[in-house]
Each structure stands twice: as structure tokens, then as C-alpha cells.
């Protein structure tokens, strides 16, 4: 695992050859940040390659390529398509990089497409017409998730029952000048404890407008419980080392009546146990 808090990196050795480093611009839980500029120094100075996976924020607040990273990845299901009706992914390089050193003098673009041609992983024609009728309404949709993320941050970090929030767009938050200093935005996915586990449960049972599933990206509000699902087969112990703890409760924003959602977050909150 990484530890965001550091320039803590494991390394994958890859069957071609060349070792590589996989991150994240944040993480989807904790939402702590790390300096990717400095990752991807690092890395390179090794010969590694950088992966990203740039799911969490999409290519319309952040794009890796353009700090240092050489391959990014993202969940096509999530942003990119937007309405979860489809599962799809992407792997995008960047231009004419030639890896002469390390790669064999081969362009890792063609590599990558002759793994996924050799094992037969191309998306089928009309997931990837749902994918591209998607990336037209993309960053309308994801200027509106943040937005209402924005917003719904604010609410809870000043609800008396909300013991913290973790959301790159609050001032509070201790990694807001590295973001945004790499991103154009916070997004619409966030996280808060409530200092209870039958809280967190009431809250995430009883919401309306959230759906309970452990996605992201949706014009749908989804909310989940990630030590109860996302996380549960991580074993109690590692969970509770690493900070993890059972009443987080994890929410990714859609492009609902904002004030609807606050609403709904105000009344499971107002009803839950004390």
C-alpha cells in the first residue's frame, strides 16, 4: 500500500521488463494527497514507469500525463460514462515518449495495444458508444458533482454530530494547497466519521436520494460504509492500524437538487442514535 502521508512507494515488477510505480493523485477513502511530481521524479530516476489511476478525479480536473506520470488509468464506468450502465476502462499514454533505455525501443503504446489485442480485451462497440456519448456531457457533469460535493462538505464539517470530513476542498483540509497545486478541483467523492458505528449505519439505511453501493462517479448519489463493504475483506486489525475505522461513511455526489441531498443528510443525521 502507499503511504500518501510520505514519498512511500512499492514497486510491481512487470513481465516486459521494467519495474513501475502505480498512485493516485488522492486516495478514495482518506483522501490524503501525495506530491506526484516528486513520485514521478523518483520513479524515474530509477527507470521505473509511473502508473496512475486517475479515476477518482477524471480528465477534467486532473490530467497526470501532463505531471510526470506514463500511463494513467481510469474506470471508465465511473466519470467517463457517468450513468453506471456500463463497466469499461482506459489506459492512455502520452504522444511519441520513447522508453529507448528501459523498454526495448518500443513505444509503450503499441505494447499496450498488443496485450490487449493478444488477449482479446477490446471493449465491445456498444460500451464504447455509451463511453463516448458520455465523455460529451463529462465535465458538465462533473462541474455540477462538485458543486453539490462543495457544498455538502460545508454542511456536515459544521453539523454538530459530524466528528470530521475528508474533502480536498475544504480549507480545513491539510493537503489543499499540494491538490490544487496538481488539480483542478477537490471532486465530488468525500468521506466523514461520526464517532459511531450505529450512526454511520442509520445515516447511510436510512438517506433517500443515496443509493448504497460502492461506486462513484454517477450522476446517482451513492453512499457506503467502506470498513462494511469496499474494505471488508481487509482484516480488522490492518484496517484499525492504518486509521480505518468502522463508522466512516463514504459518499460520492451526484447531480441531484443539492439541497435535496443536504436535506436527506440532515434528517438521518437529526434521527440518528446520539
Not at 450505529?198 to 439505511?205: A, C, D, N, V
Not at 475505522?245 to 459518499?251: H, N, P
Request: hydrophobic content about 45%; proline content about 4%.
Amino acid at each position: 500500500m502507499l503511504d500518501y502521508r510520505g514519498l512511500f512507494c512499492f514497486l510491481w515488477k512487470w513481465k516486459i521488463g521494467p519495474n513501475k510505480i502505480m498512485s493516485r493523485l488522492i486516495v478514495s477513502v482518506f483522501f490524503m494527497l501525495a506530491s506526484f511530481q516528486k513520485i514521478a521524479e523518483i520513479a524515474h530516476a530509477h527507470g521505473a514507469l509511473v502508473l496512475v489511476d486517475n479515476s477518482i478525479m477524471s480528465p477534467v480536473l486532473s490530467q497526470p500525463l501532463e505531471l510526470g506520470a506514463d500511463i494513467v488509468m481510469h474506470s471508465a464506468t465511473k466519470f467517463i460514462a457517468g450513468h453506471s450502465d456500463v463497466m469499461a476502462g482506459v489506459l492512455a499514454v502520452k504522444g511519441e515518449r520513447l522508453f529507448i533505455s528501459i523498454y526495448n525501443d518500443l513505444r509503450l503504446a503499441k505494447d499496450l495495444y498488443f496485450l490487449q489485442n493478444a488477449e482479446g480485451s477490446g471493449l465491445a462497440p456498444f460500451d464504447c458508444w455509451i463511453c463516448l456519448r458520455g465523455i460529451k456531457t463529462m465535465a458538465l457533469r462533473v462541474e455540477k458533482q462538485q458543486e453539490n460535493a462543495q457544498k455538502i462538505a460545508e454542511f456536515l464539517s459544521s453539523h454538530p454530530k459530524v466528528k470530521k470530513v475528508n474533502y480536498a476542498g475544504l480549507p480545513s483540509h491539510p493537503g489543499r494547497s499540494l491538490h490544487y497545486s496538481q488539480a483542478k478541483g477537490a471532486g465530488s467523492v468525500l468521506s466523514f466519521l461520526t464517532g459511531s458505528i450505529g450512526l454511520s449505519k442509520h445515516i447511510t439505511e436510512t438517506t433517500k436520494y443515496f443509493t448504497i453501493a460502492v461506486s462513484f462517479g454517477s450522476v446517482k448519489s451513492l453512499i457506503s460504509m467502506p470498513c462494511f463493504m469496499s474494505h471488508a475483506s481487509i482484516p480488522a486489525a490492518v484496517r484499525e492500524a492504518r486509521g480505518l475505522t468502522e463508522d466512516l461513511v463514504r459518499i460520492s455526489v451526484g447531480i441531484e437538487d443539492v439541497d435535496d441531498l443536504i436535506s436527506d443528510l440532515d434528517n438521518a443525521l437529526r434521527t440518528g442514535p446520539v
